[in-house]
């Protein structure tokens, strides 16, 4: 499969692997941020906390042409920030 064949749907999935769960979101917005997580958030609880993929994928067009490893390379870490929890 290439990489023009890839299909990305918008998408929330609950992982119930700790007591609380995580949620994996797949969003399509322009730009990830407290607003698009809180909304996408809302919509995980408007639908009753479920599993949800769209019905269609996301335009290839849409999809960022830089990867998550070179994107995430180029966020300049604080050393005092790193290993806090």
Known sequence: MSC???KIFPNISHLRATMQGVLNIVINVEKINQVSMEEAIGRF???G???WSAA???L???LPMES???A???IRWEPNELGKG
């Open 4 to 6: 023009n064949d890839l």
């Open 60 to 62: 290839r067009s849409e």
């Open 68 to 70: 998550a490893n070179s």
């Open 45 to 47: 609880r408007e639908i």
């Open 72 to 74: 995430f390379s180029k």
């Open 49 to 51: 906390e479920a599993n």
């Open 56 to 58: 269609q994928p996301v």
